[in-house]
C-alpha cells in the first residue's frame, strides 16, 4: 500500500564511455574479455529459485572464433517449460500487488548495477558472444539498457498518474493492472539492450514473465539474470528457458494464462506465432495482446543536392556497423547519377581502411556475423551478385570462416531496382545501391516505397528543404523511424521511441510509454459519495 505520491528520479541517458587507449574503461573491459574467453560456463535455466540443469546441453562459441568454447547451456523440454510457467502463476500474486515504488526500486537498482560494477561485465559478454565491437557492445548492452530500465520507469510513474477528471460528489480513478496471465518474451541475438528491455518492461508494470532468449545470446542474458538477481528481483517474476522454440511456443500459447507475446524476431515466427493466437483464441483468459518488432529493409535515399561525403559516411555507418546486423541497417540505397560516383567512391575507401578481426583487438571496426547460417546465406547472394548481369560487386564480395564467420562489407550496384538484394532481408555487412536519374526523384520516392513488404527504418539525405518535405510525406508508411540527414540506425530511448509498421511489426515503440501500456489492463473505478436512493428523474414530474 502506497503511502505518498513518489517521484522516481530524472531519467537521462547514460553517457558512453569512449574506451580510448590508456582509459580505464578499456582495460577494465579487456580483463573481462580475457577472464570470459579463457574460461567455460555451465549455464542454467532459471524457474522460481531453481536454477536448472539437465544435461541435454549445447555449446557456446565465439563468431569469431567457433572452435573455442566458453560455455554450455541447458535445454528444456515440455514438462519443464509447463513448470516454468506454473511457477511464474505462482509467483502472479504478490508480484502483481506490490507496490508499484518497490518494483521501480528492483529495475532502478538494475540500471546502477548495470553502469557500476557489472558494465565491463555485461560489455564483454556481449563482445565474446554476439561479436560485438567495444563501441557497439557499449552503446547496446549498457547504455541502452540502462536507458530502458531508467526511462521506463519514469514512463511508468507517468501513467500512473493518468487519471480521469471528476466531477463534484463522485471520484473517478483508474488502475493500471497488470495483465492476467504471463506474458511471453522472446528476445533477439542482436541487441542484449532488447534482451533485458522485453522481459523487463512488462515485468515492472506487475507481469510475470517465461523469457526465451536467442541461442546466440544466451551467454549475455545470464549476465542480465545475475543482474536482476543482485537488484532484488523476486523468484518467477522472470523465468528463463532454452531449448526448441517451436516447442516452447507451443507450450506457451497452449496455456489458458497465455496474456501477451512481446518479441523481437523474424518477420515470419512473429506472423506464425499470429496465426496460432488466433487459432487459439477459444482458450485464453482474455485477448492476448500482441507485440513484435520484426525485420526490416531499410533505406537510404539521397538527392542531388545532398553532401556526397555525408551520404557516404550514412552508408558506411548505417550498413556496416556490427555487420549489418542491426533491424535498422541500411540495406539498400538510392544515389542520383550526378554524385553517384563521388558517394560510391567515398564508400570504398571507407570499407578498404576497415580492420576486420576480433572484438578484443580494438582496432577492429568489422567482426563476424552471428553464426554459420547467417554465412552461407550471406555468400550465396554474394557469389550470385558476381554471376548476375544486372549487379556488380563494386567493392568486398570476400568471406572466409575457417576461423570466425567473416563477410567482408560488401557494396553491390545493381541496374535493377527490384533486383534480390534490394528487396529480401539480408541481415548482415551487405548493401545494394541502384543509380537513378536526376529528373526521377519523385519517381524514385515512390520506388522506395513500393520495393519492400517492411516499414521499419529508412533517411533522406537533401540540401532542399522543399524535397525533404516531399519526402517526408511521400515515405511517410515506409518507415517507423524516418531520419533526415543522418543514418537510418542508432535510436535513442527517451529520444527516438524504435518501432515500425507493414511486415516491420506492431510499432509499439519500444522505450516509450506506448510500449508500457501493452502491458497492462486499466479498471476504472467510480465511487459516488452520496448515492441516489429514488429512481425518478426530474423529467418524469408532472406539468
Known amino acids: 500500500m502506497g503511502k505518498g505520491f513518489f517521484h522516481v528520479p530524472k531519467a537521462v541517458n547514460e553517457p558512453v564511455k569512449s574506451y580510448a587507449p590508456g582509459s580505464p574503461e578499456r582495460a577494465a573491459v579487456l580483463e573481462q574479455y580475457d577472464q570470459y574467453f579463457n574460461s567455460t560456463v555451465d549455464i542454467p535455466m532459471y524457474i522460481g529459485s531453481e536454477e536448472v540443469r539437465t544435461g541435454n546441453t549445447q555449446p557456446l562459441s565465439p563468431p569469431h572464433d567457433h572452435q573455442h568454447i566458453v560455455g554450455k547451456y541447458h535445454l528444456a523440454d515440455k514438462s519443464l517449460v509447463s513448470k516454468a510457467i506454473a511457477n511464474n502463476l505462482e509467483a502472479r500474486g504478490k508480484w502483481a500487488a506490490l507496490s508499484w515504488e518497490q518494483r521501480a526500486a528492483v529495475f532502478l537498482k538494475a540500471a546502477e548495477l548495470i553502469a557500476g560494477p557489472y558494465r565491463a561485465k555485461i560489455n564483454a559478454a556481449t563482445m565474446i558472444a554476439q561479436s560485438k565491437n567495444i563501441h557497439q557492445a557499449e552503446i547496446d548492452s549498457a547504455c541502452e539498457l540502462i536507458d530502458f530500465l531508467n526511462f521506463n520507469i519514469e514512463f511508468m510513474s507517468n501513467i500512473y498518474q493518468d487519471q480521469p477528471k471528476s466531477e463534484?460528489?463522485?471520484?473517478?480513478?483508474?488502475e493500471y493492472r497488470p495483465l492476467e496471465g504471463f506474458v511471453y518474451a522472446v528476445t533477439p541475438f542482436n541487441f542484449t539492450a532488447i534482451a533485458g528491455n522485453l522481459p523487463a518492461s512488462a515485468a515492472m508494470m506487475g507481469n510475470v514473465v517465461l523469457w526465451k532468449p536467442?541461442?546466440?545470446?544466451?551467454?549475455?542474458?545470464?549476465?542480465?539474470?545475475?543482474?536482476?538477481?543482485?537488484?532484488?528481483?523476486?523468484?518467477?517474476?522472470?523465468?528463463?528457458?532454452?531449448?526448441?522454440?517451436?516447442?516452447?511456443?507451443?507450450?506457451?500459447?497452449?496455456?489458458?494464462?497465455?496474456a501477451g507475446i512481446h518479441f523481437t524476431g523474424s518477420t515470419s515466427v512473429f506472423k506464425s506465432i499470429w496465426k496460432n493466437i488466433g487459432n487459439n483464441?477459444?482458450?485464453?483468459?482474455?485477448?492476448?495482446?500482441?507485440?513484435?518488432?520484426?525485420?526490416?529493409?531499410?533505406?537510404?535515399?539521397?538527392h542531388p543536392s545532398s553532401n556526397p561525403k555525408q551520404v557516404a559516411t550514412a552508408i558506411s555507418r548505417g550498413a556496416f556497423e556490427f555487420q549489418g546486423q542491426k533491424c535498422s541497417a541500411a540495406s539498400r540505397v538510392y544515389l542520383p547519377e550526378s554524385i553517384a560516383s563521388q558517394v560510391l567512391d567515398f564508400v570504398k575507401q571507407?570499407?578498404?581502411?576497415?580492420?576486420?578481426?576480433?572484438?578484443?583487438?580494438?582496432?577492429?571496426?568489422?567482426?563476424?556475423?552471428?553464426?554459420?547460417?547467417?554465412?552461407?546465406?550471406?555468400?550465396?547472394?554474394?557469389?550470385q551478385a558476381k554471376e548476375d548481369a544486372d549487379a556488380e560487386i563494386f567493392v568486398g564480395g570476400t568471406y572466409d570462416k575457417s576461423k570466425g564467420y567473416f563477410i567482408?562489407?560488401?557494396?553491390?550496384?545493381?541496374?535493377?531496382?527490384?533486383?534480390?538484394?534490394?528487396?529480401?532481408?539480408?541481415?548482415?555487412?551487405?548493401?545494394?545501391?541502384?543509380?537513378?536519374?536526376?529528373?526521377?526523384?519523385?519517381?524514385?520516392?515512390?520506388?522506395?516505397?513500393?520495393?519492400?513488404?517492411?516499414?521499419?527504418?529508412?533517411?533522406?539525405?537533401?540540401?532542399?528543404r522543399y524535397t525533404i518535405e516531399e519526402a517526408t510525406t511521400a515515405l511517410q508508411n515506409s518507415a517507423g523511424n524516418f531520419y533526415i540527414n543522418d543514418k537510418p540506425t542508432g535510436a535513442v530511448v527517451g529520444q527516438q521511441p524504435f518501432g515500425g509498421a507493414r511486415a516491420s511489426g506492431t510499432n509499439d515503440k519500444a522505450g516509450s510509454a506506448q510500449n508500457l501500456l501493452r502491458w497492462v489492463s486499466p479498471r476504472l473505478i467510480k465511487e459516488t459519495f452520496v448515492t441516489p436512493v429514488d429512481y425518478r428523474y426530474p423529467f418524469l414530474g408532472e406539468s
Open 408 to 464: 567482408h562489407p560488401t557494396v553491390i550496384v545493381t541496374t535493377d531496382p527490384k533486383y534480390k538484394t534490394m528487396t529480401t532481408e539480408l541481415f548482415g555487412p551487405v548493401v545494394t545501391v541502384y543509380v537513378y536519374k536526376d529528373d526521377q526523384w519523385a519517381e524514385t520516392l515512390n520506388l522506395v516505397d513500393t520495393t519492400s513488404e517492411y516499414g521499419l527504418t529508412g533517411a533522406v539525405f537533401s540540401n532542399d
Open 281 to 302: 483464441i477459444d482458450i485464453y483468459k482474455s485477448y492476448p495482446r500482441i507485440v513484435g518488432e520484426t525485420g526490416g529493409k531499410d533505406f537510404i535515399i539521397a
Open 350 to 383: 571507407d570499407v578498404e581502411s576497415f580492420k576486420i578481426g576480433a572484438p578484443n583487438q580494438m582496432e577492429n571496426f568489422i567482426t563476424a556475423v552471428i553464426h554459420e547460417g547467417s554465412f552461407d546465406k550471406l555468400a550465396s547472394y554474394i557469389d
Open 214 to 258: 536467442s541461442d546466440s545470446q544466451i551467454y549475455s542474458a545470464k549476465v542480465i539474470v545475475d543482474i536482476f538477481k543482485e537488484a532484488g528481483l523476486p523468484d518467477g517474476v522472470i523465468n528463463v528457458v532454452y531449448g526448441d522454440p517451436q516447442m516452447i511456443t507451443d507450450t506457451v500459447l497452449s496455456s489458458p494464462d497465455f
Open 168 to 174: 463534484s460528489g463522485i471520484w473517478n480513478r483508474v
